[in-house]
């Protein structure tokens, strides 16, 4: 959803017999209390039939959409993209590649931005700890992230964990979906806050011989 809820921007997955058709971003704008028909974005490629484009996040300002997609023109598997909001147009831009800093030759889905600006997603190519494993990249400069960091456990465990978002009122409270053992069923929802830092620890450690 867009800052004053009236917009939501959703994934759908067409299904047809005998025809492969990718996954597109659809938008939809409120009307009353009820929602106008769903349009596609417009991301895809001329002929990207069979392209799947999906996982739209925003921005905190609106402009920048992150989504997923296996669209030509990325490192493998399915690549973070952004595009940004055309206002003269009124439209979604040229999507481009977020780099190899964030993906990688396996699949990088279901991003979130998180208000201070920092990038969550989940990956198979950067080193985890079984499945899709969720990740933190610093905000780096204008549409640009690093410092790749795994969350580690809890959040994370040996199966499928993805989907994070923080809420917007509290952002050290958050949802994200995982398949790890002991659920209710395959994927399930899970909830999570960040605990307070009581303290840090640091040590040095010299070397007996030279005390440096």
């Known amino acids: 959803f867009n800052r004053k809820m009236n917009v939501m921007y959703f994934t759908r997955c067409p299904r047809e017999k005998k025809h492969n058709i990718g996954c597109d971003i659809m938008t939809a704008q409120q009307q009353g209390s009820n929602w106008k028909a769903a349009t596609s974005v417009g991301l895809k490629p001329d002929g990207g039939d069979t392209i799947t484009v999906g996982h739209p996040c925003l921005s905190a300002d609106d ?6 997609s296996d669209m030509p023109g990325g490192y493998g598997g399915k690549d973070l993209w952004m595009t940004k909001w055309e206002r003269k147009e009124k439209k979604w831009g040229p999507p ?102 009581m303290f840090t620890w640091e040590i040095e450690v010299k070397n007996k011989a030279t005390f440096e």
């Not at 199966?159 to 659920?183: A, P, Q, V, Y």
Request: charged share 20%; proline share 3%.
């Open 63 to 68: 402009q920048i959409m992150i989504f997923a």
């Open 96 to 197: 481009s590649n977020l780099g190899e800093v964030i993906n990688t030759q396996g699949d990088e889905m279901f991003p979130h931005l998180k208000a201070d600006g920092s990038l969550y997603f989940s990956s198979t190519g950067h080193l985890g700890m079984g499945g899709l494993d969720m990740f933190k990249a610093q905000k780096a400069g204008e549409n640009r992230w690093e410092n790749i960091e795994n969350l580690g456990y809890p959040l994370n465990s040996s199966e499928h964990d993805f989907g994070i978002m923080f809420d917007r009122g509290d952002t050290e409270k958050g949802f994200f979906t995982s398949s790890r053992l002991n659920g209710k069923g395959h994927d399930d929802i899970y909830s999570f806050k960040v605990p307070q830092i």
